[in-house]
Nanobody, 127 residues
Framework: QVALVESGGGLVQAGGSLRLSCTDS????????VGWFRQAPGKEREFVAA????????SYADSVKGRFVASRDNAKNTVYLQMNSLKVEDTAVYYC????????????????????WGQGTQVTVSS
């Protein structure tokens, strides 16, 4: 059973950086594609970034391209989301999600593409 846990959220000023981490306490996620999503108050959950099992294939939402970088260290069973040049509109609860699909050819960018979800970590960007 996958039990994803996100960490690294917090309060940061606009223009600052945060690095989120996602790991699984019970099993390896080294064979799973992993996605990052976020949900702001009153808004629907939206795709942020994803990477396949090796990290060689990545995908980003237009709103974060050039600012966010998804990476992974399978030896540490951890996936990261480095968030730079943060904006107030990046404020949201950030979730990581794992897919049974390792992402050999494509990786999903919708919530339906992912099977296991973490509880989320709050990111607040102040002006």
């Amino acid at each position: 059973q996958v039990a994803l846990v996100e960490s690294g959220g917090g309060l940061v000023q606009a223009g600052g950086s945060l690095r989120l981490s996602c790991t699984d306490s019970g099993r390896t996620i080294g064979t799973n594609a992993v996605g990052w999503f976020r949900q702001a108050p009153g808004k629907e959950r939206e795709f942020v970034a994803a990477l396949n099992w090796s990290g060689a294939l990545t995908s980003y939402a237009d709103s974060v391209k050039g600012r966010f970088v998804a990476s992974r260290d399978n030896a540490k069973n951890t996936v990261y989301l480095q968030m730079n040049s943060l904006k107030v509109e990046d404020t949201a609860v950030y979730y990581c999600a794992a897919s049974r699909n390792p992402g050999w050819i494509t990786i999903g960018n919708t919530a339906d593409d992912y099977d296991y979800w973490g509880q989320g970590t709050q990111v607040t960007v102040s002006s």
